[in-house]
């Protein structure tokens, strides 16, 4: 029985870990950068946060707003990187990395 187990347990690792092990976007060469006109939201969940929302009113999670920014329904033109889904006690918004912020 013992045997069979560990039989199982080593076919199982040899299934997940090339699947664990795959490339990047960036290793791949594919790049996920993208622009969009929006506002800055002041979301008021949680202690409260701020977002981006596109005009198709698309929500975003930026990683680091910058403070001069943080101003509610501020217009403004946005240059971002997806970032993969992440557990967050937000819960509100697709995840991006800020590459320009500016006022539109």
Request: charged share 25%; hydrophobic share 45%; glycine share 8%.
């Amino acid at each position: 029985m013992r045997a069979v187990c560990a039989f199982m347990s080593v076919a199982a690792l040899l299934v997940v870990l090339p699947v664990a092990c795959h490339p990047t976007g960036a290793e791949k060469g594919t790049d996920t950068s993208f622009s969009f006109d929006g506002r800055v939201v002041r979301v008021s969940i949680e202690g409260g946060f701020f977002g981006l929302v596109d005009r198709q009113g698309n929500r975003y999670l930026p990683d680091r707003l910058p403070a001069a920014m943080r101003r509610h329904n501020l217009p403004v033109r946005v240059r971002a990187r997806l970032l993969p889904p992440a557990p967050s006690y937000r819960m509100w918004g697709r995840r991006i990395q800020l590459e320009e912020i500016r006022l539109r």
